[in-house]
C-alpha cells in the first residue's frame, strides 16, 4: 500500500494474502463515516506497517477487528487508533500479533485493545497501548498457553491488562500510568519480569498455582514472588533509558496526537517521535 488515506468501509485480508505498507509511507484506511473501518484477518495472512482508524464511535459499538478461523496470522507493525472493541471477541489461535500501536482505543470498563477469548498458542508482543478505556489487553474466556510479551501499556482511564483465566506467561511488560481496575485472577501463570510503574494501583494477585519471578515494583507496594526488584526514579532512567517524565511526555503527547482528524494524524511527522521514545523503553526491557 502506497502513502495516503483510504476509505474502507470494512477490509478483509484473505488467507494466505500478504498486505504491507510502501516503507516510509503512511497508509491510513478509514470508514466512509470518518470511523475505523471493520476488518478480518484471514487464515495464514500477514498486514504490516497499514495504519486502521478513524474518530471514536460515542459507545461499545465500534467497529470490531476480527481473526477468521484457521490462525497463522500475522498482524506486524500497525497502527490502530479509535476503536471502540479493537480486536474484540477472540483473536483465534497461532496468531502472531506483534510490534502494533493502539492509541484511544477501548470504551467504558469492559472494551478493548485485545482480547483473547477461546484461543491458543497465539503471541502477543512488543505493542505499545496508550491512552483510551477499556481493558488494553484481556484474556478471559479459555485462552490457552498465550505469550503476552514486552508490551508497553499507559495512559488508560480503566485498566492496562486483565488475566482472568490461565496457563499463560506473562514477561517482561510495562504497565505504566494510573488504573482503576486491573483483575489477575489467572491460575497456572508464569508472572516474570513485568514493572508495575510508579503511578500504578498495587498488583495483587488472588489466585494460585502461579510462579512470580523478577517483578519490578515501582509503585511502593511490598514486592512478592522470587527475584523481585523494587525500583526508584534514579533505578528506572538507569534500566529503561528513559526517565519518568520522558516516558509520560510520550504518552500525552501521543494521546493528543491521535485526538486530531485523521488528515492532521496522516501528516503529522512527529508522531513516529513520540512511538520511539516508547519503542525504547520496551527494547530496553525486553532482553531482561
Same mark, same amino acid.
Given at each position: ?5 483510504? $476509505? ?11 498486505? /504491507? ?18 476488518? /478480518?484477518?484471514?487464515?495464514? *495472512? ?20 476480527? =481473526? ?9 507493525? *500497525?497502527?490502530? =487508533?479509535?476503536?471502540? /472493541? ?11 500479533i506483534t510490534k502494533n ?24 508482543s512488543e505493542g505499545i ?6 481493558? !488494553? ?9 498465550? $505469550?503476552?510479551?514486552?508490551? =508497553? ?15 499463560? $506467561? ?50 511502593? /507496594?511490598?514486592?512478592?514472588? $522470587?527475584?523481585?526488584? #523494587?525500583w526508584d526514579a534514579a533505578?528506572?532512567? #538507569?534500566?529503561?533509558? !528513559? ?31 513520540? =512511538?520511539? #521514545? ?11
Amino acid at each position: 500500500m502506497l502513502d495516503g488515506i483510504y $476509505t474502507q468501509d470494512t477490509m478483509t485480508v484473505p488467507s494466505g494474502v500478504n498486505v /504491507q505498507a510502501v516503507a516510509g509511507s503512511r497508509p491510513v484506511v478509514i470508514h466512509s463515516d470518518g470511523s475505523p473501518p471493520g476488518l /478480518q484477518f484471514g487464515a495464514g *495472512c500477514s498486514v504490516t506497517g497499514v495504519w486502521f482508524g478513524g474518530t471514536k464511535f460515542a459507545d461499545e459499538n465500534g467497529r470490531i477487528i476480527n =481473526f477468521l478461523s484457521g490462525g497463522g496470522a500475522t498482524v506486524d507493525g *500497525c497502527t490502530f =487508533f479509535g476503536y471502540s /472493541q479493537g480486536m474484540g471477541g477472540w483473536v483465534g489461535s497461532s496468531n502472531l500479533i506483534t510490534k502494533n500501536r493502539f492509541v484511544n482505543c477501548g470504551y467504558d470498563g469492559l472494551w478493548h485493545d485485545i482480547y483473547c477469548s477461546n484461543s491458543g498458542n497465539t503471541e502477543i508482543s512488543e505493542g505499545i497501548h496508550v491512552g483510551g478505556a477499556g481493558y !488494553k489487553i484481556h484474556l478471559y474466556n479459555n485462552p490457552e498457553g498465550l $505469550t503476552i510479551r514486552a508490551n =508497553f501499556m499507559g495512559g488508560s482511564t480503566v485498566s492496562d491488562m486483565a488475566i482472568q483465566q490461565g496457563n499463560d $506467561t506473562i514477561a517482561n511488560n510495562i504497565l505504566w500510568g494510573e488504573v482503576v481496575a486491573s483483575y489477575w485472577n489467572a491460575e497456572n501463570c508464569i508472572f516474570s519480569k513485568n514493572i508495575f510503574g510508579p503511578d500504578r494501583a498495587y498488583f495483587t494477585d488472588v489466585s494460585s498455582n502461579n510462579t512470580a519471578d523478577g517483578n519490578v515494583f515501582c509503585n511502593g /507496594q511490598t514486592p512478592f514472588g $522470587t527475584n523481585p526488584q #523494587t525500583w526508584d526514579a534514579a533505578a528506572i532512567a #538507569t534500566n529503561l533509558g !528513559k526517565t519518568k517524565s520522558e516516558i509520560d511526555m510520550a504518552i500525552s503527547t501521543l494521546i493528543a496526537a491521535f485526538s486530531q482528524t485523521v488528515q492532521q494524524i496522516h501528516d503529522d511527522a512527529m508522531i513516529e517521535t513520540h =512511538f520511539a #521514545t516508547l519503542k525504547a523503553v520496551i527494547d530496553a526491557w525486553k532482553l531482561q
